[in-house]
């Protein structure tokens, strides 16, 4: 794609992400209001002094730590290469075993770089509806470089393919002298440096994109001045950099809809609630009095606010000169509005996942019944988290480590090898799988016995099929082999014994034994 091309892309995508600035506008007020940059200041400002409500700023923060625990949590292994359908049966215990040691060395260069922190920061956005960070090439030591994106610099191409494809990111103001520093490789042109001239460091704007040719099938990484349109750093490869993932989405719109656009509404009611509450409260400790004046009064001019005194006419018959403005409206009912809307707002963000505890005798099966539920209305998203961000992050950090010849080249196509996440989804449907099988023990004993029913399975299968249901490290766990064998030298063992015990005496020398007269 031509470099006029691609500006002219770029700026048609911009003028799509430029409709969603109001509301992400509102929804980062609401969430974190510190990250909102449309709202203009100078640096150290504090942005969430209109927040009069703090629900939904708190309900954000626990839905981050909810989302990263669960999907991404602190150097843990939350995804796993095992064998796809075309692995023989013969051979995939130990195709499991060997992909499992590429798992812990994609984790080890993983946990050794920036991404828990970039992360983070993509979950925040998150919460607005689209995260977004650069999976760049790094060293050999360091093979992962990541950036976080924020969403208000980042422009989405528009395509009727679920997948994102042409991606940018524009830099606004950025310091000649800097560029190299944030891009190594890149090339100032002859331009740029006349501008640096004299110790200066003048001011360009940039934009840092990917686009997509269908026919090759690659990408095209590219750093663009659009003080000239002249590139300042290309790269083609068959993997973009990018990770894109959205909590929901809707057909005809790149970017997503998180929590914090659907809470919208009640969170911005709830501001509202609380200030007019705020108001009330004030008016109880500070009361308004009336006192009596010559003047008329005049209800367009007159403030009402605490610690005032409002001048009004005299009034006939037997009244105190001064007296407390009388109250209207019902605090009660403001303060049920205000809980039942904090209520709605932390169910949408699923801070509470065992609801109002309101009985002190809750069994533990009780809240893991509840536990269940609140999983399962996650499970629509969580499922779109793995593809968007699992997969695809685990496939460009499979592309960088065979680019550089860290570990071996292997194919993840779903037949060979395929991609597994390990979020709580799965591992409560491993668990599932778990329970069928102790279960089915259960019912054959209770029936047949013991002994047809250790006769029912293939007992040397069972350790390995418990231990992937669970996600236990294999290399904890014998093979089907190992454990066959096992399995027989005790049985050898047990027949050596038997041969070595004494046989019992016979007849009278029994009973005399016994002490009993023969």
């Given at each position: ?42 640096a150290?400002?504090?942005k ?22 669960g ?134 704007n ?103 005194i409002?001048?009004?006419s ?14 209207a409206?019902?605090?009660?009912y ?8 904090r ?26 019944i ?16 793995q ?49 069928s099988v ?34 236990v ?5 014998n ?40």
């Amino acid at each position: 794609m031509k470099v006029e091309t691609e500006i002219a892309y770029f700026n048609r995508a911009k003028k799509v992400r430029d409709l969603w600035s109001q509301i992400w506008h509102a929804a980062y007020n609401c969430t974190f209001p510190n990250k909102d940059i449309y709202m203009q200041m100078v640096a150290g400002t504090q942005k969430n002094g209109k927040s009069g409500d703090m629900t939904g700023q708190i309900a954000a923060n626990r839905f981050v730590a909810m989302v990263q625990n669960g999907l991404t949590p602190l150097f843990s292994n939350w995804s796993i290469l095992k064998p796809g359908n075309r692995i023989p049966e013969a051979q995939k215990s130990q195709v499991t075993r060997y992909l499992q040691g590429i798992t812990d060395q994609i984790f080890e260069y993983l946990h050794a770089s920036n991404f828990n922190t970039v992360i983070t920061e993509a979950y925040q956005d998150l919460v607005i509806g689209t995260g977004a960070f650069l999976c760049l090439e790094g060293n050999d030591d360091k093979p992962f470089i990541f950036r976080a994106i924020p969403l208000q610099n980042l422009i989405l191409d528009e395509s009727e393919s679920p997948d994102i494809h042409n991606v940018w990111r524009e830099y606004n103001d950025v310091p000649v002298n800097d560029i190299q520093l944030i891009w190594k490789n890149a090339k100032l042109t002859a331009d740029i440096k006349m501008m640096m001239t004299d110790g200066a460091n003048p001011k360009i704007n940039l934009i840092e994109g990917t686009t997509y040719d269908l026919d090759k099938d690659m990408y095209t990484y590219r750093v663009i001045s659009l003080h000239n349109n002249e590139v300042l750093l290309e790269i083609k490869e068959r993997s973009s950099p990018w990770i894109i993932f959205r909590w929901s989405r809707i057909n005809g719109e790149a970017y997503g809809r998180g929590v914090g656009i659907y809470a919208l509404p009640a969170m911005l009611v709830l501001n509202e609630m609380v200030e007019y509450d705020l108001a009330s409260a004030s008016i109880n400790a500070f009361p308004i009095y009336m006192a009596y004046s010559d003047g008329v009064f005049n209800p367009h001019t007159t403030k009402i606010r605490p610690r005032t005194i409002i001048e009004i006419s005299r009034i006939q018959g037997n009244v105190p000169p001064i007296m407390p403005l009388p109250q209207a409206g019902n605090v009660q009912y403001a303060q049920i509005k205000i809980e039942d809307l904090r209520d709605q707002v932390n169910k949408i963000f699923f801070t509470d996942p065992l609801g109002q505890v309101t009985d002190e005798k809750m069994t533990a099966t009780e809240a893991n019944i509840r536990k269940e539920e609140s999983l399962q209305e996650r499970a629509p998203s969580i499922a779109r988290l793995q593809v968007e961000l699992g997969q695809k992050l685990m496939t460009r950090m499979l592309f960088i480590l065979k680019k550089r010849g860290l570990i071996e080249d292997i194919t993840v196509n779903n037949r060979e090898v395929k991609i597994e996440y390990l979020s709580e989804l799965v591992t409560l449907e491993g668990l599932k799988k778990t329970n069928s099988v102790a279960q089915m023990a259960q019912i054959l004993q209770s029936i047949v016995g013991s002994q047809i029913t250790i006769g029912a399975y293939k007992l040397p299968k069972l350790p390995e099929f418990i231990a992937n249901n669970l996600n236990v490290p294999m290399d904890i766990v014998n093979d089907e082999a190992e454990i066959s064998e096992a399995a027989k030298q005790q049985q050898q063992q047990a027949e050596q014994q038997q041969v070595q015990l004494p046989t019992p005496p016979q007849g009278g020398q029994q009973n005399q034994i016994r002490g009993i007269p023969g």
